[in-house]
């Protein structure tokens, strides 16, 4: 069964949990009638992201075989065949699509849209340097979007710019973190990596952080739910800086964020800010 999961990639579900950031700056996280539709819908994001994931590894299984990282994925080591994998990603798009349906319908046009956006990426815009993190932006706004919907709140322009701009942060990370590991061989793997030089990736890094930074200290300076909710940026800087730090320093965790939790200073700082936060909107 390990093949089938490495396919289906669940440990890449996380990015879907942003799907809550709508009921967390809503000041509504404490409504329980709004759990069961998010937890479904997280769970139809994750069909969805998982059909994305199968069809991406059909379309890179090539490219795959000369990444050190990569060559061991089920395709691209032929532990499944290409049929298998169509049959599978047809399922979950399936099962995701129409759970997403059962939520309502504007739900399962942004589930679809996440869907159509991300098969783009995989076929076109991957192999266009700038556009392809742009896109992963736009999928990560489309699932932030996605929460607001399910729980039937007003989607906040600071919802869509903040949920932008830490994506793109994260997405200039890990293209840092493959043009350190790939260097010279980076163009082989996939052409617009050869753009990604260290010197655009750390400009493009310096951009990110600043935008990133500025979105979120003029939402917590203007926020209509806390009057506190300033206090938080600095306890907000401290995670994003030292993630730039590990992007500098080349670390694993730029190019798998997922693996966040095995720096501690890291994780504690994240966890902080969390809880800072909730008691800035909550609490004071």
Not at 16 to 39: D, K, R, T, V
Not at 46 to 60: P, Q
Not at 127 to 156: K, W
Not at 161 to 167: R, W
Request: hydrophobic share 50%; aromatic share 12%.
């Amino acid at each position: 069964m390990n093949k089938y999961v490495a396919l289906l990639r669940p440990w890449q579900w996380y990015k879907n949990l942003i799907i809550g950031l709508a009921l967390l700056f809503s000041g509504q996280l404490f409504q329980a009638e709004h759990y069961l539709p998010l937890l479904l819908g997280f769970l139809a994001l994750c069909l969805v992201s998982s059909a994305n994931y199968v069809i991406n590894d059909l379309k890179d299984e090539e490219q795959d075989r000369h990444n050190p990282e990569k060559k061991d994925k089920p395709l691209a080591s032929g532990k499944i065949g290409t049929k298998t994998a169509l049959v599978i990603a047809a399922g979950l798009l399936v099962a995701g699509i129409g759970s997403s349906y059962l939520l309502s319908p504007a739900f399962a046009l942004i589930t679809g849209s996440l869907f159509l956006v991300t098969t783009v990426y995989t076929f076109l815009l991957k192999q266009e340097a700038f556009v392809d993190i742009l896109a992963i932006a736009t999928n990560f706004v489309l699932r932030a979007v996605g929460g607001a919907v399910v729980i039937g709140v007003a989607i906040s322009p600071w919802l869509i710019i903040g949920t932008f701009f830490f994506a793109l942060f994260l997405a200039v990370g890990k293209r840092a973190g493959e043009a350190l590991l790939l260097k010279s061989r980076a163009g082989k793997h996939r052409k617009n990596l050869a753009s990604y030089t260290p010197e655009t990736t750390r400009f493009l890094m310096v951009i990110s952080t600043t935008l990133l930074i500025m979105s979120y200290a003029l939402f917590a300076f203007l926020s209509k739910h806390s009057d506190t909710l300033i206090v938080t940026l600095p306890f907000m800087l401290y995670p994003i800086l030292r993630y730039f730090s590990l992007v500098e320093e080349g670390h694993e965790i730029a190019r798998h964020p997922h693996l966040a939790f095995k720096d501690k200073r890291l994780l504690i700082g994240a966890a902080i800010f969390v809880l800072v936060t909730m008691l800035s909107l909550y609490v004071f």
